[in-house]
């Protein structure tokens, strides 16, 4: 039987540059040759002050943007092949988005706003409302189908969105300072959820935050400066893996060495 094979990243970067030309020839590089890779059912953060950079990786992650140079593949798929319908195409089947300021139609309903994504897929009426009312249901809000967002809290407003994102099954949710305009409590609930999903449901999510306390709720912390990838969380743990394994195996051969030692062997 021949082995099934691993299931692509969810995001492989490499060298990524992101400039944007101003007037008089001026060139500004909002990334200047990111490299990362982020698996199938991570949790990561994407950390960064303003200006660092992290908001434009993030729109080159979920294909609103393109980079200017350098390799992106999302779900193996290098973004470079594609024109701007199939990148679309592939935006809406692989990649949930939330967003700070939550984008819901305002005078719509809670089960309308998260069926929204569906329009654009052709699924039919029936099948859109009966994947939202599930979507929500899974969020908690199966009490609040009807209610435009100004009858419910920022909370409930930030739970519709992560339906919403979450109703066309993506293989990833990317979310943009979910916390951001919440208060402690709902910005508690909002982390919850996020890290239910990503534990029981086994989507990856991305989160750009410059928050560290939501940071560190994240089981991997990238942090971005100057359009660069300072430090990942990632890569220190690779490294003191490889010292405990170079540790150990140091200590197993001075122990077989006395041992030999011990039994007159002169090796």
């Not at 995001?11 to 200047?32: H, I, M, T």
């Not at 929500?136 to 920022?154: I, Y």
């Not at 122990?255 to 002169?266: C, L, M, S, T, V």
């Amino acid at each position: 039987m021949t082995a099934a094979r691993p299931a692509p990243p969810a995001f492989e970067a490499v060298d990524l540059v992101r400039s944007y030309p101003l007037d008089g020839g001026v060139r500004v590089d909002a990334l200047r040759g990111v490299t990362l890779c982020i698996d199938q059912g991570e949790f990561v953060a994407i950390v960064g002050p303003s200006g660092s950079g992290k908001s434009t990786l993030m729109h080159l992650l979920g294909c609103l943007d393109r980079p200017t140079s350098g390799v992106l593949r999302v779900g193996g798929v290098d973004v470079s092949t594609l024109d701007d319908t199939r990148l679309a195409e592939l935006r809406n089947r692989a990649i949930g988005f939330v967003f700070q300021s939550f984008h819901l139609l305002a005078r719509t309903s809670a089960l309308d706003n998260v069926a929204l994504p569906l329009v654009y897929r052709g699924v039919p009426r029936p099948e859109r409302r009966a994947r939202a009312r599930a979507a929500l249901e899974a969020v908690g809000l199966g009490h609040r189908l009807g209610h435009r967002p100004s009858q419910m809290s920022g909370g409930e407003q930030q739970r519709v969105a992560i339906a919403r994102a979450l109703v066309g099954d993506p293989e990833v949710l990317l979310a943009d300072e979910p916390t951001g305009n919440l208060d402690s409590r709902n910005g508690e609930e909002v982390m919850g959820l996020l890290e239910r999903l990503n534990v029981d449901g086994g989507v990856a999510v991305v989160l750009v935050t410059h928050d560290q306390g939501v940071a560190a709720r994240a089981r991997r912390q990238i942090h971005v400066r100057d359009g660069l990838v300072e430090f990942d969380t990632a890569a220190a743990r690779t490294a003191r893996r490889n010292m405990r394994s170079e540790w150990n195996e140091r200590n197993e051969q001075n122990e077989r060495h006395r041992g030999n030692q011990r039994d007159g062997d002169p090796r």
